[in-house]
């Protein structure tokens, strides 16, 4: 269980001199899912990728506000990344196993961290497996390539893989995207699982996706955040115009 | 109002929704002065006339459902066009039952041309284009997305409902004076009680409206503000 809301107080980004996100200020609350939406470019990616610090990997990248987390902050120079990347785990949208096993691909996160108890290991790599519904699929075949799995599978592996370092806060940035419906129905019933034991925010494009799964909902457009609300309001009985238009498909 | 939809079928399929819902409301309120025509005349086979016409209300219901059903399934909409699309699966029904409530009225009207007319119809007209008059201005706020057009038919429905019981005592006193005319008496008794109920289910329109217009449910719970 995880009890803190991610806070983010008037956050701005910059790459280089474009302005990606201006001003965003909202208060996402602990096991609950987010969905974020919005056009192509609105911001949303970006924003996702701030409570990871994974803009910090772009040159030229410059913030200002806060994302406080536990009381921290997670955008200050002396947040521990390392430690941050742990606890925010991130699914994308092409699945990219490691070219190992499956047991490999999940054990990884543990032994980078330091754990060598084989047996601990195990029951980690069955946890995570069990975690992400994939363990009944590859319990007999946990040896063999990662890649020998289907898309779907796949990319149940990269959630196992996010889950097995005992992440607070998982980040998916449209993991349905290139699945088939019935991987994306069990995707999509795996996510409303997870937000039992952890704060899941997930980008994406396919808005019906967001009305199934998500508590709340988040509307981006040329980088700001236009509407936050509970997903039932957003999708039902926006209060902005600009989300009326967009989630009924009258953009553009 | 909102701008169009990127996808201009959806759009068309949506205008072809409100077109379909007017159509509807127009043969609910031909009928209903078409009938109260036949009444006034004692014209029976005119009244035969509205009842057969009965079954265009009826197919316009089915058409209009289907549509409802096939956009809900196609569309996925969202927002006010998903309340658009509610909206006019209540409204269908409500207007069906008018055209029923008209049957019937129709239906008395032929047992009512058998006989001379009980007094002068002075107030039962009255009454028919104030109901007639807010199913029209309950459809045109549907299709203008006009919350407080819809609230203020609302608002009339207590003038129909007292003439309702203004007439009803009327008659009453007629009867009671005159036993011979009780048959008659009744018959319109149960014609003012259909138009009281035609202006119930404007009222329905009218509420229905509103959860359109703001997304707010204002049925059972008074509209206020």
Redesign the interface.
Known sequence: MVSSNIECNNLSLWYEDSKALDDVSMNIKPNRVTALIGPSGCGKSTFLRCINRMNDEIAGVRTEGSIIFEGEDILSPKADVVELRRRVGMVFQRWNPFPKSIFDNIAYGPRTHGMKDKARLSEIVEDALKKAALWDEVKDRLRESAFSLSGGQQQRLCIARALAVEPDILLMDEPASALDPISTAKLEELITKLKQRYTVIIVTHN??QA?RISDFTAFFYMGKLIEFDTTNTI????GE?R???Y?????? | MLKKHTNSAYEAELDQLRDKILLMGGYVEEAIAQAMEALKDRDSEKAKRVISRDKLINTLELEIDELCVELLALRQPAGSDLRLIITGLKISTDLERMGDLVVNLCERVIELSREPLLKPLIDLPHMANLAMGMVREALDAYVKHDASAAKEVCERDDEVDNLDSQIVRELLTYMMEKPGSITRGLGLIMVTRYLERIADHATNISEMVIFLVKGKDVRHRGIGD
């Open positions: 808005m019906q009305a999708f039902t009985n926006p115009e989300t009326e238009a989630i009924t498909g009258r953009f553009g």
